[in-house]
Nanobody, 115 residues
Framework: QVQLVESGGGLVQAGGSLRLSCAAS????????MAWSRQAPGKQREVVAS???????NYAESVKGRFTISRDPAKSTVYLQMSSLKPEDTAVYYC?????????WGQGTQVTVSS
C-alpha cells in the first residue's frame, strides 16, 4: 500500500504562484511514475504533470511553461510548482502514484484562483 498526502493548496489571485506537495509513504523511486491530476467542478479529471522513476517529465498543454513537477527522494515528496495561475486552473488537485499494476491517489487539495 502507498499512502499519499497532498498539501499546499489555497486561494490565490490570478498571476500568482502556489507549490503543492505530495508526501508518499514509500520510496518514490520505487514508483513507476508519479503525477498530478486535477478535477474542476463538472469536468473530468485530467493529468497535468507527471514524472517517471527515471526523471522524465510530461505536461498537459494547458500548463506547459507555467507548472513544474519535481521530486525530493530524501523526503519521498513530489512537488508541483504552479506559476502564472489562471482562474481556469481552479480545481481539486490530486497526487497519483503508479506502482506495478496499482494506482494510488491522495485525498486532493483545493486550488482556487480568483480573477
Amino acid at each position: 500500500q502507498v499512502q499519499l498526502v497532498e498539501s499546499g493548496g489555497g486561494l490565490v489571485q490570478a498571476g500568482g504562484s502556489l507549490r503543492l506537495s505530495c508526501a508518499a509513504s514509500g520510496d518514490i523511486f520505487s514508483m513507476n511514475a508519479m503525477a498530478w491530476s486535477r478535477q474542476a467542478p463538472g469536468k473530468q479529471r485530467e493529468v497535468v504533470a507527471s514524472i517517471t522513476s527515471g526523471g522524465k517529465t510530461n505536461y498537459a498543454e494547458s500548463v506547459k511553461g507555467r507548472f513544474t513537477i519535481s521530486r525530493d527522494p530524501a523526503k519521498s515528496t513530489v512537488y508541483l510548482q504552479m506559476s502564472s495561475l489562471k482562474p481556469e486552473d481552479t480545481a481539486v488537485y490530486y497526487c497519483n502514484a503508479l506502482k506495478g499494476w496499482n494506482s494510488y491517489w491522495g485525498q486532493g487539495t483545493q486550488v482556487t484562483v480568483s480573477s
